[in-house]
């Protein structure tokens, strides 16, 4: 009986770890607040303003896609299935160089 349960359990864990680990960054889908009450996800965390060196850092790309397409990489390995409250601007700051770079953010959440 103790096998049975042991094997069991194996079998549990072992397709839980593959299903996480096959999220990819394309399955996570962006949302408008507008498409998503509150209590129709659970938050997984938000993206870039959550860490100590978000006042003295934070990464910028090339364009508003490239910014999102990262915040997709990033949730995807948080598990999360979408991303809401989305916003890339402009920032021409001290290190630019004279090419304008995006600073994107949001919301990365789990959409049952």
Request: charge should be positive.
């Amino acid at each position: 009986m103790n096998k049975r349960i042991a094997m069991l359990t194996t079998l549990i864990l072992a397709g839980g770890v593959s299903a996480c680990a096959a999220l990819k960054a394309e399955d996570v889908k962006v949302y408008t607040p507008a498409q998503l009450r509150q209590d129709e996800y659970e938050s997984v965390k938000r993206l870039w303003v959550e860490t100590w060196r978000t006042p003295f850092w934070v990464p910028s790309y090339s364009s508003p896609k490239d910014g999102i397409a990262a915040m997709q990489d990033k949730a995807a390995a948080l598990r999360a299935n979408g991303l809401i409250n989305v916003d890339c601007y402009g920032d021409k700051g001290l290190f630019s160089f004279g090419s304008e770079s995006f600073v994107c953010y949001g919301k990365a959440i789990r959409v049952p």
